[in-house]
């Protein structure tokens, strides 16, 4: 098993030729509420200095805010160590290039190494996205100029509209989606999108292995086999929601003691948590709009979350 210098276990990114950590750091938790700007400053420095070389974001998480307290922890000379990833939420070619662009500015980079396309969580996005005067024109125009390097989608609803992303006339380099116990029993991501990933050598980026605020906890699994199982399937790197120096601590370890478990004790996770795991109740991001972006509702005409009772 290859490591970097600080022991963290890498892979391929796909075949884009890019070798990550297997965590990542996540960009969607570190900027709650109980963390001001310096402390997830040096949460994210820590991670780059014990060898998190995998950095998520998105144009939208905390209003900007996560991009931009990135782009300050990136300073002084740790920008060159990592890989640097983030989502773009606008679907038409205008609106995805002025994400980009505030992208480029609140990371204070140049180029973006992987620019993904966010939330493909509804049935008409990769038409969307990938049509005439869509965001994928954006993303082909943005890599031509040398402001991104590699695109991808992520999605966290349904294995069948990643599906419809990969029919698209594109060769995508990565898609991020869920991978934890419980989807192998609903709506299925690692059993009918993974593969087809693999096939073609493009990079998976795993997240939700604790399934959202951690509900896989809460059915029973520990961090260790949360993660582990995870980290056991062909994925590039797992996209950990890190918001403390205990919870980087606790998954660096897991992350340089990984030993892919054998196929025996995969099927017997499976089978621990299968009755609860059938239904998606402990996986809300699919079975609800409650973990979709307020953004992407509003691009698609839903109303907020909580304002509309029975008629």
């Known amino acids: 098993m290859e490591r970097n210098e600080a022991g963290v276990p890498v892979r391929e990114l796909g075949k884009t030729g890019l070798k990550v950590s297997i965590i990542g750091f996540g960009g969607g938790h570190y900027c709650r509420k109980h963390l001001d700007e310096a402390a997830s400053v040096r949460?994210?420095?820590?991670?780059?200095?014990?060898?998190?070389?995998?950095?998520?974001?998105?144009?939208?998480?905390?209003?900007?805010?996560?991009?931009?307290?990135?782009?300050?922890?990136?300073?002084?000379?740790?920008?060159?160590?990592?890989?640097?990833?983030?989502?773009?939420?606008?679907?038409?070619?205008?609106?995805?290039?002025?994400?980009?662009?505030?992208?480029?500015?609140?990371?204070?980079?140049?180029?973006?190494d992987v620019w993904q396309f966010h939330e493909m969580n509804y049935d008409n996005d990769p038409e969307w996205v990938c049509g005439n005067g869509g965001a994928l024109e954006a993303a082909i125009a943005a890599k031509k100029a040398g402001k991104v390097r590699f695109i991808g989608f992520t999605g966290h609803k349904s294995p069948h509209i990643l599906l419809k992303m990969l029919e698209q006339d594109f060769e995508w380099?990565?898609?991020?989606?869920?991978?934890?116990?419980?989807?192998?029993?609903?709506?299925?991501?690692?059993?009918?999108?993974?593969?087809?990933?693999?096939?073609?050598?493009?990079?998976?980026?795993?997240?939700?292995?604790?399934?959202?605020?951690?509900?896989?906890?809460?059915?029973?699994?520990?961090?260790?086999?949360?993660?582990?199982?995870?980290?056991?399937?062909?994925?590039?790197?797992?996209?950990?929601?890190?918001?403390?120096?205990?919870?980087?601590?606790?998954?660096?370890?897991?992350?340089?003691?990984v030993v892919p478990l054998p196929e025996a004790e995969m099927n017997a996770l499976r089978e621990q948590i299968k009755e609860q795991a059938t239904d998606g109740r402990n996986e809300w991001f699919k079975t609800t709009q409650y973990y979709d972006s307020a953004g992407h509702r509003d691009q698609h005409g839903f109303p907020p979350i909580g304002t509309v009772g029975p008629r």
């Open 173 to 257: 380099d990565t898609c991020q989606m869920p991978i934890n116990v419980m989807d192998a029993h609903y709506r299925s991501f690692q059993n009918q999108v993974l593969p087809e990933l693999n096939r073609r050598g493009i990079g998976c980026i795993g997240m939700k292995s604790l399934g959202g605020d951690g509900q896989m906890i809460e059915a029973g699994l520990t961090p260790q086999q949360a993660r582990g199982y995870a980290l056991s399937l062909p994925i590039s790197t797992l996209v950990c929601g890190i918001e403390s120096m205990e919870n980087l601590e606790q998954d660096l370890d897991i992350a340089r003691n």
């Open 43 to 112: 949460l994210v420095q820590a991670a780059i200095d014990e060898g998190v070389t995998f950095m998520d974001n998105a144009w939208e998480y905390h209003d900007g805010e996560s991009e931009r307290r990135m782009g300050i922890a990136l300073e002084g000379g740790r920008r060159d160590k990592v890989v640097l990833m983030t989502k773009v939420c606008g679907r038409d070619r205008k609106t995805a290039e002025e994400d980009l662009h505030e992208s480029l500015r609140r990371l204070k980079t140049d180029v973006i």
